[in-house]
């Protein structure tokens, strides 16, 4: 098992920038393949990024590409989402999650087996 707590949401205007943190229980080095989630109100849960287990490998969703980044520190166990040039459609909880699943893209929610409680991130025009 492994818990997840995401930190760093809040209110910024667009065009500004924050940067998010998911801390995980247990070591994630080697072990988990990372992703970010959103979900607007009233929308389906949507795939932000996902960082292999290497941290190699990132894949990011069109609506964030050039203006999201994820990263992992295996050191803290803990993997970043920085967000720049924010709209206010980025508007959203955010969610860390985390795979033990080998074999997986990462890009469908269905993939991963562990998630944080969400950060409300608010971006206003």
């Known amino acids: 098992q492994v818990q997840l707590v995401e930190s760093g949401g809040g209110l910024v205007q667009a065009g500004g920038s924050l940067r998010l943190s998911c801390a995980a229980s247990a070591r994630t080095g080697s072990r988990f393949l990372m992703g970010w989630f959103r979900q607007a109100p009233g929308m389906e849960r949507e795939f932000v990024a996902t960082i292999s287990r290497s941290g190699v490998r990132t894949v990011y969703a069109d609506s964030v590409k050039g203006r999201f980044t994820i990263s992992r520190d295996d050191a803290k166990n803990t993997v970043y989402l920085q967000m720049n040039s924010l709209k206010p459609e980025d508007t959203a909880v955010y969610y860390c999650?985390?795979?033990?699943?080998?074999?997986?893209?990462?890009?469908?929610?269905?993939?991963?087996?562990?998630w944080g409680q969400g950060t409300q991130v608010t971006v206003s025009s």
């Open positions: 999650a985390a795979s033990n699943d080998l074999g997986v893209a990462g890009i469908a929610g269905r993939e991963y087996n562990y």
